[in-house]
């Protein structure tokens, strides 16, 4: 019974935890981001063709198109530059 109680209790912690995670993903300072002709750069080097990149909730959130004409979306650390894997509360509204 006290495992079952504990299992429970870590697997909560953990589950709760995840969004919090997910949130510190862009706390990048202002002055540390890196331009958004790099990650344009970047992306059109890996063969995407860019559409748009914005800031939002701190990271940069980019839309495009890949060699095959699919549409893509992704959002970036705006200081390192690396892709930001998506959860499933990212919207495809926007």
């Known amino acids: 019974m006290r495992r079952t109680v504990a ?3 870590v697997l ?3 589950l709760g935890a995840g969004p919090a995670v997910a949130d510190r993903a862009c706390t990048v300072p202002l002055a540390d981001w890196q331009p958004r002709d790099a990650l344009q750069k970047k992306l059109e080097g890996e063969g995407w063709t860019v559409l748009s990149i914005r800031s939002d909730d701190g990271c ?3 839309r495009a198109t890949n060699t095959r004409g699919e549409r ?4 970036y650390d705006p200081a390192s ?3 930001i894997p998506r959860t499933p ?3 495809d509204d926007d």
Do not use: N, P
């Open 7 to 9: 299992a429970t209790l």
């Open 12 to 14: 909560a912690v953990c």
């Open 60 to 62: 940069y959130k980019v």
């Open 72 to 75: 893509l979306k992704a959002k």
């Open 81 to 83: 530059l690396q892709r």
């Open 89 to 91: 509360d990212d919207s």
